[in-house]
């Protein structure tokens, strides 16, 4: 792996725990276990966009791994429904992006739909109670605003090129910033 | 900032939510008696009857909490659980939800009455 790679993976894999702590520190008022907006999604779109769907995969499973390890949750229920929700927003909107359907908003509703998915499905396994079937509709309508909240600085990085990453890039004049030279 | 197809996609989903929230809340039954199942682990820890007022502590794999029964309703009164999901749901009054705590591996069911007398309804 070329070091320019390395460093912007590390990068958007300190976004996506960052955003992921600054989500566990919000107040959870809400009735429907398991309700999140959904933060770090935000870094996993992007590196679907700009890098690739290989890259997002290792940045989810690495977000997840380290967020268990940080708050103590490794290998216990809540990890693996995490891991399973992960997994399903990764393919889902890996799938979408590649078919050129919906815009990053649209994506991001999709990965959020799709990790929820996920995890009733995990949670329905690991508990055995098919009340966890009982919440998915609520968790499907709030992921329509939380997927909008978490698209739009998705939508606007992708549109207004503001974070280029390209796989072959060579020193151009424009980029007279010395920190970024190669 | 959203297209067409975006949008389609949203209606779909509102669409599909709401049906699914129709059929559920249709079906949705809030028996006045029935049996209070609590599981830990996939392990049956007892069957407490839906009537009266009545605590109950539980031992579960964190640690302690306690089910509160009242009016024909249930909920986890107490956990010693970090994150306190089960505590915020608060009360359950039907058999097709449930209360879960994921640090505990506790669910706590409703079971009605009808599934003996379902034929003389």
């Not at chain 1, 996920?118 to 329905?124: E, L, N």
Request: proline share 6%; aromatic share 8%.
């Amino acid at each position: 792996m070329k070091t320019r790679k390395l460093a912007t993976l590390s990068m958007l894999l300190a976004i996506a725990l960052i955003l992921a702590y600054i989500e566990a520190l919000l107040p959870q008022p809400y009735p429907i276990p398991g309700m999140k907006i959904g933060l770090p999604n935000l870094a996993i779109l992007l590196t679907i966009l700009t890098i690739g769907s290989k890259e997002a995969l290792m940045i989810s499973l690495l977000r997840i791994l380290s967020v268990s390890l940080l708050f103590g949750t490794f290998l216990t229920p809540s990890f693996l429904i995490s891991l399973t929700g992960g997994i399903l927003a990764w393919a889902s909107m890996s799938l979408f992006a590649r078919q050129d359907l919906f815009g990053p908003l649209g994506l991001s509703i999709l990965g959020a739909v799709f990790h929820n998915i996920g995890q009733t499905i995990a949670a329905f396994m690991l508990m055995g109670t098919a009340g966890v079937f009982y919440f998915l509709p609520w968790l499907i309508l709030a992921s329509i605003p939380f997927g909008i909240l978490t698209g739009i600085p998705v939508y606007i990085i992708h549109t207004r090129n503001l974070f280029q990453y390209n796989r072959e890039r060579t020193y151009h004049k424009e980029d007279d910033d010395p920190s970024i030279q190669p | 900032m959203l297209n067409k197809r975006d949008l389609i996609l949203i209606a779909a989903l509102i669409v599909i939510a709401l049906g699914s929230l129709a059929i559920i809340l249709l079906n949705i039954d809030r028996p006045e008696t029935g049996t209070v199942v609590v599981r830990v682990s996939d392990q049956v820890e007892a069957e407490i009857p839906l009537e009266g007022n009545a605590l109950t502590d539980f031992a579960g794999v964190f640690g302690p909490f306690t089910v509160e029964i009242r009016d024909s309703q249930v909920r986890i009164r107490e956990a010693t659980c970090p994150d306190q999901y089960c505590v915020q749901q608060g009360w359950l009054d039907n058999t097709s939800s449930s209360i879960i705590c994921l640090p505990n591996q506790a669910v706590i069911e409703i079971k009605g009455e009808e599934q003996l007398d379902g034929v003389s309804r």
